[in-house]
């Protein structure tokens, strides 16, 4: 048996970085024409709950930064799968804001681009989600030569014991169709045999016995009776 621990799970922390990074530079960079006394009355929320989102990115970050495991715990990974899920809520009912808050910071004849940065600004989102989540560490090749091996050893022992009580169940068969078969129940066949043992007991006088009437008659003879 190994003697190696098993790896522990592992995130790919620098990817989540670069993500987050990414989108929180990004929407800095495009959004860096609006101030808080200029934001449009219809683009004020949308705006805030971005602001609210880029700052648990920055946090995600640090995370990374400090734990290797990324989002450590079931509850981590639950908690950052849902705050995603609902990023990509809010940024699907506000798109027509965030398409437009885009374009103004982007000098292009395409309107199209405003929708293609929020689907853009998602996909990062996702792959910084995701990478946080641990892994486990690939096995090397003599640890997986003796997982192979006691999987080989248990499934042999398995078919063992599959194949040992087939040949008993037979056997029983085999002995209880011999019983089944047989012209004499053992009650008869015990019958006979103290049958057998005491017929030549009543039927026929033993050797002593004869000799000692042979012995009798000639001592009687000896005497002038014979």
């Excluded at 990004?26 to 101030?35: E, M, S």
């Excluded at 989102?125 to 999987?151: H, N, W």
């Excluded at 599959?162 to 047989?182: P, R, V």
Aim: glycine share 8%; with cysteine; charged share 15%.
């Amino acid at each position: 048996m190994s003697n190696q621990t098993t790896p522990k799970p592992t995130a790919r922390n620098g990817l989540t970085i670069i993500s987050f990074l990414i989108v929180i530079i990004g929407q800095a960079y495009i959004l860096r024409g609006f101030r808080p006394g200029n934001i449009p009355a219809e683009l004020r929320l949308p705006l805030t709950l971005e602001l609210i989102f880029c700052f648990f990115m920055a946090i995600g970050c640090i995370i990374c930064c400090l734990k290797p495991m990324g989002w450590t715990v079931r509850a981590g990974c639950l908690t950052a799968l849902f705050l995603f899920f609902l990023y990509a809520f809010i940024n699907i009912v506000f798109y027509p804001a965030f398409s437009s808050a885009y374009l103004t910071g982007i000098q292009t004849a395409y309107a199209s681009v405003g929708g293609g940065l929020v689907g853009l600004k998602l996909v990062f989102s996702l792959i910084g989600v995701t990478a946080g989540i641990p892994v486990s560490a690939p096995i090397d090749k003599r640890e997986y030569a003796d997982r192979l091996r006691r999987k080989v050893q248990d499934q042999d022992a398995q078919w063992a014991q599959a194949s040992a009580e087939n040949a008993k169940k037979e056997l029983e068969k085999i002995i209880s169709n011999a019983e089944n078969t047989s012209p004499y129940p053992p009650s008869h066949q015990e019958v006979s045999s103290q049958a057998v043992t005491t017929q030549p007991t009543s039927s026929h006088p033993s050797k002593q016995e004869e000799q000692k009437e042979e012995t009798i008659s000639e001592q009687w003879r000896g005497w002038g009776c014979g």
